[in-house]
């Protein structure tokens, strides 16, 4: 078997609320998914074992450059799911020079908008942090990974870990 090269990031955009940011949008930091987990141990048990209690909170940042007044008007969606924001990648194999995009669609709101430190003849950029309550990663087509925080919703690939749960619920 043939050893697998790593596919290189050769490109990507940030859209937000379907605004582009390419060009001004320099790196995006996508959420870390981690499972909040309780320790437990009971009778006849000889260790403590952890728990699986859903997911710890997600966040997302992205680091832009220059002045966009579009930053600022982030802050009028009301609730916790409303602003749309999508990570589009483009990835190429080194071996073989075939191409995979990767979509992240991210639901959530602005937490924290820094105004940025100018100064006079530089690029500036300010990191913007994004609550993110719904993640969804796809490639070329293929979901990978559905979270939805709100609508109780966590799908790894073909197989729904809560349609049972819910439908017991009748969710």
């Known amino acids: 078997m ?3 090269m790593p596919a290189v990031l050769k490109n990507f955009n940030v859209r937000v609320d379907g605004d582009s940011y390419a060009g001004t949008a320099k790196t995006i930091n996508l959420p870390e998914i981690v499972k909040k987990t309780e320790d437990f141990r009971a ?6 074992i952890k728990l699986d209690m859903g997911f710890e909170a997600m966040e997302a940042t992205v680091t832009y450059t220059g002045v966009d007044s579009r930053h600022i008007a982030q802050l009028a969606y009301c609730g916790v799911s409303a602003l749309p924001i999508r990570y589009i990648g483009a990835y190429e194999r080194q071996d073989t020079c075939t191409h995979v995009v990767r ?3 991210m639901r959530g709101s602005v937490t ?3 105004l940025g430190e100018l100064e006079l003849g530089s690029i500036n ?3 913007l942090t994004y609550s993110v309550t719904y993640l969804k990663i796809v490639d070329d087509g293929v979901t990978l990974l559905e979270v939805d925080f709100v ?6 690939g073909d197989k729904d870990m809560t349609s049972e749960i819910n439908a017991q619920l009748g969710l």
Request: glycine residues 12%; proline residues 4%.
């Open 2 to 4: 043939a050893k697998q």
């Open 43 to 48: 009778a006849g048990m000889i260790g403590d």
């Open 103 to 105: 979509d992240v669609y």
């Open 112 to 114: 924290n908008l820094p």
């Open 125 to 127: 950029e300010h990191e």
């Open 151 to 156: 609508n109780g919703i966590f799908i790894v």
